[in-house]
């Protein structure tokens, strides 16, 4: 029995290869499925099987490429419908594969076809459960993604109530348990940082799985404190569900070079967006004008999928020297397939052609302090709300990232903001996007909130209700 997880930290998603006596199977694999064909033949083995715990909403699956190259079967769980061949395994099925047994444990609430894959050894016992997103550690999935079901999201929180008490909970305390996800998706709210864990010890310290807790107490728990999903999630759930263009189409179209005249017609002519992805430290000191900012260096896909509204937007890159392949491939895991190519020779080919560029303005921490204390400034902070709410600088004003493209009238033209994050790659972000729409008197602070908590600028810290 070999059992490997192959986790993608740009994603927190964890996929998972499993082999016995020649026979393999692929769960929750990534849109590039060469890697998953490689191993295999490299062991001798074929692949049999490739299992999806649900329709995922945050990242494009590669089941749909891989059944076409190898003829492994597709199984999803009960009711899943489709738009081309799968098994939609009933509860309770297994799954033969070399001396192993997957057993298909129906376990709705995340969505309403999800599954937990339960693995039992050469003798028969229960050896580990792939829990999809229903169990994470430290966790549960979010029961608020459900596609085109009337049930709403305390009715899908009841069912994983259920699913959990009567499915997983019984389970052997020594059952490993490989989730979907880590620390960082938005599948959940307080997953761990460890991607591999033991059922008796969730059950003694996962908030969801107390042993006195009511459906009630369930239901309100796992709800509160969760943020809308981000937009791109219902659209990466139905390219899951129906299907999408092979990925070698998308990367020979995206991989493309392209000459800064070239570059520039496609950005002008076919309103393609321009993305660039070099670190940010590259894109201050000069970008082409109007270009997004999102870094492969950061949480590129996750970012990109919350900020860029249309899927199919047409796209053009800027990219660092040898990194075209891995943006293309990067964007299309979140179902952005539109990649035209990307600029040949970079920055310094733009520049030796005599194009226009930009630049932003980046000033230290300590600069921003002596300008703080000498003037009244307008402090814009892009951190998410729980960040912002733990701690903040007097007076500044809070624009999560996330919400940037939805509440930017809130932000004034005329006015000179300085604007910061944690550590600096998300307000270069939102700078980049609020340039774009003719914001232009933007200064970034380097090193974000992590630099300025280090001068003595005064801060507000969250005081909870209860104590007041």
């Not at 295999?40 to 494009?60: M, P, Q, R």
């Not at 490989?178 to 010890?201: F, M, Q, R």
Request: with cysteine.
């Amino acid at each position: 029995m070999k059992i490997e997880q192959l986790y993608t930290g740009c994603l927190a998603q964890g996929a998972y290869y499993i082999e016995s006596e020649g026979e393999v199977a692929i769960i929750d694999p990534l849109r590039e499925t060469q890697q998953y064909i490689d191993k295999a033949e490299a062991n001798g083995a074929k692949i049999k099987y490739i299992l999806e715990t649900h329709f995922h909403a945050d990242f494009v699956s590669g089941h749909v490429d891989l059944a076409k190259k190898t003829n492994a079967t597709i199984v999803f769980g009960p009711g899943a419908t489709t738009d081309y061949d799968i098994l939609s395994a009933t509860d309770g099925e297994e799954l033969k594969l070399g001396k192993l047994t997957i057993k298909v444990l129906h376990t709705p609430g995340h969505t309403l076809e999800s599954v937990t894959y339960l693995l039992k050894d050469e003798s028969g016992k229960d050896y580990a459960i792939f829990s999809g997103d229903t169990l994470f550690l430290g966790d549960v999935g979010r029961p608020d993604l459900a596609i085109k079901s009337d049930l709403t999201k305390e009715d899908l929180a009841a069912m994983l109530f259920d699913s959990l008490r009567t499915k997983i909970m019984p389970l052997a305390d020594d059952v490993i348990v490989y989730p979907a996800h880590g620390a960082g998706s938005a599948c959940g709210k307080n997953l761990s940082k460890e991607t591999v864990g033991i059922l008796g010890e969730q059950k003694q310290t996962n908030y969801a799985l107390r042993a006195d807790m009511t459906k009630a107490e369930f239901v309100k728990e796992v709800l509160d404190g969760i943020a809308p999903p981000p937009q791109y999630f219902a659209k990466n759930a139905m390219m899951n569900k129906m299907g999408y263009d092979t990925f070698d189409t998308v990367l020979k179209t995206g991989d493309t070079p392209l000459s800064p005249d070239e570059f520039e017609a496609l950005a002008n002519h076919e309103s393609a967006l321009v993305l660039d992805v070099r670190p940010q430290s590259d894109y201050i000191k000069g970008h082409i004008p109007n270009s997004i900012f999102i870094g492969l260096n950061g949480q590129f896909a996750p970012w990109v999928g919350a900020l860029i509204t249309d899927i199919k937007q047409p796209i053009v890159l800027v990219v660092p020297e040898g990194k075209s392949a891995e943006a293309v491939t990067r964007l299309s895991r979140v179902g952005y397939d539109n990649t035209l190519g990307y600029l040949e020779g970079g920055m310094e080919a733009w520049k030796a052609s005599e194009k226009d560029i930009d630049t932003l303005e980046s000033i230290s921490a300590e600069e921003f302090a002596n300008r703080a204390k000498a003037n009244n400034i307008n402090i814009l902070d892009v951190r998410k709300d729980g960040e912002y709410n733990s701690m903040h600088l007097e007076n500044a004003q809070h624009l999560s990232l996330d919400y940037i493209n939805e509440k930017m009238n809130e932000v004034d033209k005329d006015k000179t903001y300085y604007i910061h994050c944690a550590g600096g790659y998300r307000s270069v972000i939102a700078a980049s996007i609020l340039k774009a729409r003719g914001y232009n008197n933007l200064i970034d602070i380097a090193g974000g909130f992590g630099a300025i908590k280090k001068t003595n600028l005064p801060t507000t810290d969250f005081i909870c209700p209860s104590t007041l």
